[in-house]
């Protein structure tokens, strides 16, 4: 079982930056790929990020790519999404999951949190 907290959302001016973490608990969490998925009212989870277990392995969302980055440090047990230069269409409520596939499907993630939302301003 594994359990995911995130932190770190905020409000930011367009061009800023923001850090978000999602902390783990669990003995399975180092062995699991995490990802990043954000919503917004009337859509769908979209997909962000995502790292490998090793960390070896990452791939972005087209929309951000360039601009956020995924990392992860399993000897704290969490993973981090380093997001900048926010544009106004990157605000959202932000998912950090965890699963055991390496995917980019929401359906593929067995272990979710409650959110961090982000809010960018201009």
């Known amino acids: 079982q594994v359990q995911v907290v995130e932190s770190g959302g905020g409000l930011v001016q367009a061009g800023g930056s923001l850090r978000l973490s999602c902390a783990a608990s669990?003995?399975?969490?180092?062995?699991?790929?995490v990802a990043w998925f954000r919503q917004t009212p009337g859509n769908e989870r979209e997909f962000v990020a995502r790292i490998s277990w090793s960390g070896d392995s990452t791939s972005y969302a087209e929309s951000v790519k360039g601009r956020f980055t995924i990392s992860r440090d399993n000897a704290k047990n969490t993973v981090y999404l380093q997001m900048s230069n926010l544009k106004l269409e990157d605000t959202a409520l932000y998912y950090c999951?965890?699963?055991?596939?390496?995917?980019?499907?929401?359906?593929?993630?067995?272990?979710w949190g409650q959110g961090t939302r982000v809010t960018v301003s201009s």
């Open positions: 669990g003995r399975t969490f180092s062995a699991s790929t």
């Open positions: 999951a965890a699963g055991f596939r390496f995917s980019t499907q929401s359906k593929n993630y067995d272990y």
